[in-house]
Nanobody
Framework: QVQLVESGGGLVQAGGSLRLSCAASGRTFSPYAMGWFRQAPGKEREFVVAINWSSGSTYWADSVKGRFTISKDNAKNTVYLQMNSLKPEDTAVYRC???????????????????????WGQGTQVTVSS
């Protein structure tokens, strides 16, 4: 069983930055992909970004592309989301996700669907004030 621990959320002013971390714990594994979703109050959950573990290829939501970056530490099974130029509309609970490779979509180029990911973190709150 894979457990995910997210950290790094907080409150920042518009234009500021935050760095989120997501560390896998439990048994050793090599994910097929990891990424982030977010959900703002009263809004549907939204795909943010995913990274293919072996190739490093990234897949971005248009709303954050160019402002956020994603990186990974293979040895630690950890993914990082660097969020720059934050806007109030980025305010949301951010959840880390893992594609273990079992999904029908695991070897496709479709990364934005929730069904691809079989492990989800509890979430970390990001609040951006104007």
């Amino acid at each position: 069983q894979v457990q995910l621990v997210e950290s790094g959320g907080g409150l920042v002013q518009a234009g500021g930055s935050l760095r989120l971390s997501c560390a896998a714990s439990g048994r050793t594994f090599s994910p097929y992909a990891m990424g982030w979703f977010r959900q703002a109050p009263g809004k549907e959950r939204e795909f943010v970004v995913a990274i293919n573990w072996s190739s490093g290829s990234t897949y971005w939501a248009d709303s954050v592309k160019g402002r956020f970056t994603i990186s990974k530490d293979n040895a630690k099974n950890t993914v990082y989301l660097q969020m720059n130029s934050l806007k109030p509309e980025d305010t949301a609970v951010y959840r880390c996700v893992v594609d273990s490779g079992r999904s029908f979509w695991s070897r496709s180029n479709y990364y934005s669907g929730e069904g691809r990911y079989d492990f989800w973190g509890q979430g970390t709150q990001v609040t951006v004030s104007s």
